[in-house]
C-alpha cells in the first residue's frame, strides 16, 4: 500500500507542477510599469496623499461639551 499511496502523492505533485509551469508570468518591469500608472492615475482620490477635510474625518478628536 505504501507504494500505491506514494505513486499518488507524486501524481499529486507532478499535477502540480504542470499547473503552475502553465500559469502566464508577467515580467517584473512591466509589473512596475504598471503599478506606477495605477499609482498616477489615481494619486488625486488617495486620502493618503491628499489628506482628509477635518469635517468628514471619522477620526479626528471628538469635541468634549463641559456645562459649568
Same mark, same amino acid.
Given at each position: 500500500m505504501s +507504494?500505491? +499511496?506514494?505513486? @499518488? @502523492?507524486?501524481k499529486k505533485?507532478?499535477?502540480q507542477l504542470r499547473?503552475? $509551469? +502553465?500559469?502566464?508570468?508577467v515580467k517584473v518591469s512591466q $509589473? $512596475?510599469?504598471?503599478?506606477?500608472?495605477?499609482?498616477?492615475?489615481? $494619486?488625486?482620490?488617495?486620502?493618503?496623499? @491628499?489628506g482628509v477635510s477635518s469635517s468628514t474625518n471619522p477620526f479626528r478628536p471628538q469635541k468634549v461639551c463641559s456645562f459649568l
Open positions: +507504494s500505491s +499511496s506514494n505513486l @499518488t @502523492t507524486m505533485a507532478v499535477q499547473f503552475e $509551469a +502553465s500559469i502566464n508570468r $509589473a $512596475a510599469v504598471d503599478l506606477q500608472q495605477f499609482c498616477l492615475q489615481n $494619486a488625486l482620490q488617495d486620502p493618503l496623499l @491628499t
